[in-house]
């Protein structure tokens, strides 16, 4: 298979005040240099540097070579930093893999650098756009592999070469778990004043402005922050914090798609609580209700005579997250439940209803009293409804609060052991299996990796079949960006070996359905992506020749078979879409 192929940008200059001695010192001839949503990050990792995963005796793509870590903070913090405004803009840290080959490790001709840093989605395709750099410090030089990645392997210390050419290096991929139009949207939102009708949209903003670069987004648990910051798409747009910055152009990849699950802490199995046995499913209008703060009890989630009256304790995500956005618009921020925006008057709907961002009463972490920013509300029953900030910040928390509900996309190292919390079907529909019943270790068991001696050896195979067809409500497609002018990129091959290592029959690790497999879209509509309303039309697509825009979160699903026929019927290049 051929590798396509991308140029190394140039470096910012906050980037070469940092690493001057190393700039342009070596340029591999090919790289993957990502950063974005950590749904894909351990797939990635295992395209990037396990051997035999595209087919039987083919070596891995970017060598033999790995180093992994998780952020850790301090004066040897790994970041993605935004060069528009470096004295403003907050750099956004991250858990990061890095793979490279023997050329690259000596920095001779051929050599081959890949590497991920783990961030929301949004900051990903921000970090794209404006042409992001990583720092690496040169205090993580001769650190030991933390081997992050479940089945890659224990690595190697981190050499001075590589951390020469990470440092300060530009990042040439993208990765999402929604679309950039979305992405572009969702940051438009953020930063709109609250109940703000957004430009362009029915919508109105949840208040973390100003433009172009916002307040931070807190969590209730920890330090944690959400960064909004806003960026331009659009090639004939100007950069909104800095009009120096020309807007890059990208081409997008699907990768595959993932389900939302909806987990609680099983923990207290009296009756009226989560682990009593009743409380396997929820309804989606029910779950509206409950992530919105509309309902408080536990025993609103299940259809019991006589359950007891306990409070429930749930935790959503930060409106930069592409988890929360592809939670937001396919649950309670949908057309079908949230109604048609342009009649919201002013009135926010969604997670973020009901809250008062300039409210920040709570100074002191885990929050205890009531606060807008961070979110942590308490009612008069007791219940709570909290901000958290991050996928693993979301799972850890649920796993140590009784009786708390929350949501994450599917991974299987994102949910390795937490015996406190189970997942529970929506509207009946299983996730992960066909139903309840084909779950092997019982009804909600979270599906676990074997171990030895504390290391992953081996992972169950999922094909997620009510995802492949559209029955399970809460689903993505995952996609990255690319540059199509760099020449060293290899970014459409990464996709093919992440594909190859998530197949559910010969693959090893299935965190996500490959795109090859689905058998349903979500309709594409019209987006905004640009500061004065302009937007993108919504193409799904599928028919040759034109390219896929607009935004598809809280799309209609509809069956590729049903586009393609639409499309040699009629001549037309979508059916209807189901407007956001």
């Known amino acids: 298979m051929k590798k396509s192929q991308l140029v190394v940008g140039a470096m910012s200059i906050a980037a070469t005040l940092a690493c001057a001695s190393n700039l342009m010192a070596y340029t591999p001839a090919e790289t993957f240099y990502a950063a974005g949503s950590s749904a894909q990050f351990n797939t990635f990792a295992l395209a990037a540097g396990a051997p035999n995963i595209y087919s039987a005796g083919v070596p891995a793509l970017c060598g033999t070579h790995h180093w992994s870590k998780k952020n850790p903070g301090g004066s040897t913090s790994i970041t993605l930093n935004d060069p528009r405004n470096p004295g403003s803009i907050?750099?956004?840290?991250?858990?990061?893999?890095?793979?490279?080959?023997?050329?690259?490790?000596?920095?001779?001709?051929?050599?081959?650098?890949?590497?991920?840093?783990?961030?929301?989605?949004?900051?990903?395709?921000?970090?794209?756009?404006?042409?992001?750099?990583?720092?690496?410090?040169?205090?993580?030089?001769?650190?030991?592999?933390?081997?992050?990645?479940?089945?890659?392997?224990?690595?190697?210390?981190?050499?001075?070469?590589?951390?020469?050419?990470?440092?300060?290096?530009?990042?040439?991929?993208g990765v999402t778990d929604i679309r950039p139009e979305d992405a572009k949207f969702a940051t438009m939102r953020a930063l709109t004043a609250y109940g703000t009708q957004i430009t362009g949209r029915g919508f109105t903003g949840v208040g973390y402005g100003p433009f172009p670069i916002g307040t931070s987004i807190q969590s209730s648990q920890s330090s944690a922050t959400a960064n909004p910051v806003d960026f331009a798409i659009v090639p004939s747009d100007?950069?909104?914090?800095?009009?120096?910055?020309?807007?890059?152009?990208?081409?997008?990849?699907?990768?595959?798609?993932?389900?939302?699950?909806?987990?609680?802490?099983?923990?207290?199995?009296?009756?009226?609580?989560?682990?009593?046995?009743?409380?396997?499913?929820?309804?989606?209008?029910?779950?509206?209700?409950?992530?919105?703060?509309?309902?408080?009890?536990?025993?609103?989630?299940?259809?019991?005579?006589?359950?007891?009256?306990?409070?429930?304790?749930?935790?959503?995500?930060?409106?930069?997250?592409?988890?929360?956005?592809?939670?937001?618009?396919?649950?309670?921020?949908?057309?079908?439940?949230?109604?048609?925006?342009?009649?919201?008057?002013?009135?926010?709907?969604?997670?973020?209803?009901?809250?008062?961002?300039?409210?920040?009463?709570?100074?002191?972490?885990?929050?205890?009293?009531?606060?807008?920013?961070?979110?942590?509300?308490i009612f008069s029953n007791g219940a709570t409804r909290a901000r958290v900030v991050g996928t693993g910040e979301m799972i850890s928390t649920v796993s140590a609060t009784s009786d708390a509900i929350g949501y994450a996309f599917w991974g299987y190292s994102a949910f390795q052991g937490k015996p406190n919390i189970k997942y529970m079907t929506v509207d009946g529909v299983d996730p992960l299996y066909s139903g309840p019943?084909?779950?092997?270790?019982?009804?909600?068991?979270?599906?676990?990796?074997?171990?030895?001696?504390?290391?992953?050896?081996?992972c169950p195979l999922l094909n997620f079949p009510n995802v492949v067809n559209g029955t399970y409500p809460i689903w993505s497609k995952l996609r990255l960006l690319y540059d199509p002018s760099d020449a060293t990129n290899i970014a459409t091959t990464m996709v093919s070996y992440a594909q190859a290592a998530a197949n559910p029959i010969t693959g090893i690790v299935t965190d996500f359905v490959p795109a090859p497999l689905l058998q349903v879209f979500r309709s594409h509509f019209a987006q905004v992506v640009t500061d004065s309303g302009a937007g993108y039309g919504g193409n799904n697509g599928f028919k040759s020749g034109v390219p896929e825009t607009g935004g598809d979160m809280g799309g209609a699903v509809y069956t590729v078979q049903s586009e393609l026929d639409y499309i040699n019927d009629t001549g037309g290049l979508q059916q209807t879409d189901q407007k956001q």
């Open 238 to 377: 100007t950069d909104p914090v800095n009009s120096s910055f020309p807007v890059r152009t990208y081409i997008d990849a699907s990768v595959g798609a993932s389900p939302i699950l909806v987990f609680a802490n099983q923990s207290n199995t009296g009756n009226g609580h989560f682990g009593d046995g009743h409380y396997t499913n929820v309804n989606r209008f029910v779950l509206a209700n409950v992530v919105t703060g509309n309902l408080r009890h536990i025993r609103d989630l299940a259809d019991v005579a006589g359950e007891a009256d306990a409070p429930i304790h749930v935790f959503i995500r930060e409106p930069l997250s592409g988890t929360y956005n592809t939670m937001d618009f396919t649950v309670p921020n949908s057309r079908e439940i949230g109604g048609d925006p342009s009649f919201a008057n002013g009135v926010v709907i969604g997670q973020e209803a009901n809250i008062t961002p300039s409210n920040t009463g709570c100074t002191v972490k885990p929050c205890t009293v009531e606060s807008g920013n961070p979110l942590y509300h």
């Open 437 to 458: 019943a084909s779950n092997p270790n019982g009804v909600g068991f979270i599906p676990q990796c074997a171990t030895s001696g504390g290391v992953v050896t081996s």
């Open 90 to 173: 907050v750099p956004e840290g991250g858990n990061i893999w890095i793979v490279w080959n023997d050329a690259a490790a000596s920095q001779t001709s051929g050599g081959v650098i890949c590497y991920y840093l783990s961030v929301d989605s949004i900051v990903g395709v921000r970090g794209y756009q404006a042409k992001g750099t990583i720092s690496l410090p040169a205090g993580l030089v001769g650190v030991a592999d933390s081997n992050i990645v479940p089945l890659l392997g224990a690595g190697e210390a981190l050499p001075a070469n590589i951390q020469s050419v990470v440092n300060g290096s530009v990042l040439n991929v």
